[in-house]
């Protein structure tokens, strides 16, 4: 805007004439256009020259002159690119000053750079902290003093927790279903070809059963239990996995929990809203709203987590720790009353030792308590290792090396590998001399093939009795589980409510996402009223009044990159935990986004028209203001509708900033302003100048704002020449009749120094623009309505596009 093009310098306002100077891209401009036209001969043509066309090709020259022309002189149907340099106030004696300005601001931002980087301070360490809903605030003095809140003495901690566990116990829903799999297989295709990463396995998971699935790193743990969980959606599986010895029901993927490695939640929910929020989507529809809260209310007591049930889960380091977000994770998973099973992968990454063992300690009370759980974990402790009643150990290449009971102190386990030379050690932790044998770790029996071993034991032909022992007794009896045939567990619309809801209070309460969106709206708006301050009614106030205009479209930019890392991380949280145990559907998602910013949209047009309108002085007349205000509610749909189809389909926040500047600078480019219609190649003009969005809102505001808006021309801007016979209408009047109906000459009845306005009124300024009737306001607005809405309908086609079905075995 401070360049000195869009607002020459001479019509800047004295109050912002300082951005121009501490502007580097004013310099670059300025050096730029003036080695472009210094000793240029510019001839005028076409409309801004009077008179031209048919009856006037071999006029004289001192009988014609340019209008509309920066820097033409009276009498000239030329201007010199010095002369048009000028009109800038531009020069090009300033070219190289202005070129080493350039290096001059290019270095002061370099130190600045470099001297800012030296008061850098590392972060603090990566605490805990409790955050609390900004509605909340009140419930708590200035003085909230955290270690009053969130520490207890342990004594008293410990008398609770029994407390609650007694209550937690009668309550907690247990499981049924024995959970099965055999010669199960998986296959990925490869550059290289097809590749086995699960060769083969067989096992089981009952009630009251805590299974443990080890190996060392690549073997295929991770894979194993998203396949178990179906929630693999490329490769090839072959094999049975069964629920009661029958096929796996609809429902499967919501009535068992799954819990991720990376505890992955919304940071403005509070724990007993994430729990809520689970439940309500999770349990059976047929389940009363009160009956699921109260059993959140129970799995939070189990959880012990009563102190932080209304506090912000937040991020790490900025709200829970990571063993306080696992147990969440945890009671997520819990709450929607899972009645196969709980898959958990590698539950205590990330953990100390005293956290890693409270976690399991949790994961051995469920499974007291009737639950079946199967975990994935890498090498834990002897302590650990001894809470498990069952191990599933893999080597590379997804090949089972055992299943079956750990024993008492892992007996059980040690005497089948002592068998085969390798004796585990008194003082050797079990779990780790297990992952040493299968990895070759042990130099005696390093060469031993422990997967061909173990389908050679009589230990294996005893599990593959018992495995279909315990197919045929569960298919002979009544399935344990009943499926309710639903694939979400409740209706489309409850799925809307409950999904916009929660975004609701995540997007009132993440504050710097709305004081920023409002701030940038109100600053760039009073930015740009003043800067246009109240307008005139020249023909240069006809481009100040297009340019203030066409500056409204410029808030995309900002918006658009602030709203894509938001859409980014809630999608990646669908992505990882929400869509794959089918608590709510795509669309339910894609809803509650849009439909959350809608406030806030409404709220920023309001804003930048109250900030902006008035200022710039357009037409205030309450039919035209409204229909302005109108479009550019509309815009902001527009707008954020592409931001967020950019990021729908965007691997990541990067990817989308980059796409962005391509695709707004594209619309700016091509929506009529920089280049007219008339002037745009013909390869643009008749399919992306007609699609795009920016040139109906422009086009609409543009309409509302100017046309009908009288013109009077300065003494400057006057074409001033002697017509070559008669008066000055007589000469010109084939002229009026045709090309130059647009023209206001001011002195009709004058035999010398005829005087010609560009324009009569600011319509005729407009029919430059390829806006040709005062309808064209409506139909932009009916266009611009059918764009936003076709914006928000591509969110909905790019998220189907990601939504893929998950791989079911074969």
Not at 661 to 675: A, D, H, M, Q, R
Request: aromatic letters at 14%.
């Amino acid at each position: 805007m401070y360049a000195g093009y869009m607002i020459p310098k001479p019509k800047m306002k004295n109050w912002f004439l300082e951005l121009y100077y501490v502007n580097p891209f004013a310099y670059a401009f300025q050096a730029a256009l003036s080695n472009e036209f210094h000793d240029q001969h510019i001839p005028c043509v076409g409309d801004n020259l009077v008179p031209s066309g048919p009856g006037y090709e071999n006029v004289d020259s001192a009988n014609r002159a340019c209008t509309g022309v920066g820097g033409a002189l009276p009498g000239a149907d030329f201007v010199t690119g010095d002369q048009y340099l000028l009109s800038l106030h531009y020069k090009h004696s300033q070219l190289w000053r202005n070129y080493g300005v350039v290096w001059g601001w290019w270095g002061f931002f370099a130190v600045i750079t470099i001297v800012c980087t030296c008061f850098w301070k590392p972060g603090g360490g990566g605490g805990a902290s409790l955050l609390i809903p900004r509605e909340k605030l009140k419930k708590y003095h200035a003085s909230f003093d955290e270690e009053s809140q969130n520490q207890i003495t342990e004594r008293a901690k410990d008398a609770a927790s029994e407390n609650v566990m007694e209550q937690a116990d009668d309550n907690l829903v247990r499981n049924t279903s024995i959970f099965t799999w055999k010669n199960l297989t998986y296959t990925v295709k490869t550059p290289s070809g097809d590749r086995v990463l699960l060769d083969n396995i067989h096992g089981w998971v009952k009630p009251g059963m805590l299974g443990a699935l080890m190996g060392s790193s690549g073997a295929g743990k991770t894979t194993l239990l998203d396949v178990l969980a179906q929630r693999k959606t490329d490769g090839t599986i072959k094999g049975s996995i069964l629920v009661d010895g029958r096929p796996l029901p609809v429902s499967f993927q919501r009535m068992a929990g799954y819990c991720e490695q990376l505890d992955v939640h919304e940071p403005f929910a509070t724990v007993r809203e994430a729990l809520e929020f689970s439940a309500l989507l999770r349990q059976p529809r047929t389940v009363p709203r009160e009956e699921k809260l109260r059993y959140v209310e129970t799995i939070i007591n189990l959880l012990e987590l009563h102190d932080l049930a209304d506090t912000l889960i937040g991020t790490v380091g900025n709200g829970l720790s990571v063993e306080q977000r696992k147990r969440v994770t945890i009671g997520v998973e819990l709450v929607s009353k899972p009645s196969i099973l709980i898959f958990l992968d590698e539950p205590t990454s990330g953990l100390d030792g005293q956290s890693a063992y409270n976690t399991v300690r949790f994961l051995r009370k469920l499974a007291d308590v009737g639950q079946a759980v199967l975990v994935t974990i890498h090498q834990p402790s002897a302590q650990l290792f001894a809470q498990f009643d069952t191990l599933l150990l893999l080597a590379r290449g997804g090949k089972t090396v055992y299943f079956g009971d750990i024993g008492d102190n892992a007996n059980t386990i040690k005497n089948y590998f002592g068998q085969y030379s390798a004796v585990c050690p008194v003082e050797a932790n079990p779990a780790e001399f297990m992952i040493d044998v299968v990895t070759g770790g042990i130099e005696s029996v390093k060469d031993t093939d422990w997967h061909q071993t173990w389908l050679e034991s009589s230990e294996y032909g005893q599990m593959m009795t018992e495995l279909d022992n315990m197919i045929s007794e569960a298919a002979s009896s009544p399935p344990g589980t009943v499926d309710d045939g639903y694939e979400f567990s409740m209706p489309l619309w409850e799925q809307i409510k409950i999904v916009t809801q929660r975004m609701n209070v995540a997007l009132f309460r993440n504050t710097n996402y709305v004081n920023n969106k409002f701030s940038l709206h109100v600053i760039s708006a009073l930015l740009n009223g003043f800067s246009f301050w109240r307008v005139g009614h020249s023909v240069s106030d006809l481009e100040l009044k297009m340019f203030t205009t066409f500056n409204f479209v410029f808030v995309a930019p900002g918006v658009i990159n602030q709203l894509q890392p938001l859409f980014i991380q809630r999608r990646d949280i669908y992505d990882a935990r929400e869509k794959k145990s089918k608590m709510y559907s795509w669309v339910s998602f894609v809803v509650g986004l849009i439909v959350s910013e809608f406030p806030y949209l409404c709220v920023c047009a309001v804003l930048y028209f109250a900030c902006w309108y008035y200022t710039a002085r357009l037409n205030d007349n309450s039919n035209r203001s409204g229909a302005v205000f109108f479009i550019m509610l509309i815009y902001e749909f527009i707008y954020t509708g592409i931001g967020q189809f950019v990021a729908a389909y965007a691997p990541n926040p990067t990817f989308a900033a980059l796409v962005n500047p391509l695709i707004i600078s594209i619309l700016t480019l091509f929506c009529g302003i920089f280049v007219p219609y008339r002037q745009l190649n013909v390869f643009w003009k008749y399919w992306l100048y007609w699609l795009n969005p920016f040139n109906y809102v422009v086009s609409g505001m543009l309409t509302f704002g100017i046309w009908g808006s009288k013109v009077s021309c300065k003494e400057e801007e006057f074409a001033v020449f002697d017509p070559a016979n008669g008066t000055c209408a007589e000469y010109l009047r084939d002229y009026i009749a045709g090309a130059g109906w647009r023209i206001n000459l001011t002195n009709p009845d004058a035999t010398s120094g005829c005087r010609v306005c560009e324009f009569k009124d600011g319509s005729d300024f407009l029919t430059t623009l390829n806006i040709n009737h005062y309808f064209y306001g409506w139909r932009d607005i009916g266009i611009s309505v059918i764009f936003a809405i076709s914006g928000y309908a591509l969110v909905f086609g790019m998220m189907k596009l990601r939504t893929k079905a998950s791989k079911k075995a074969e």
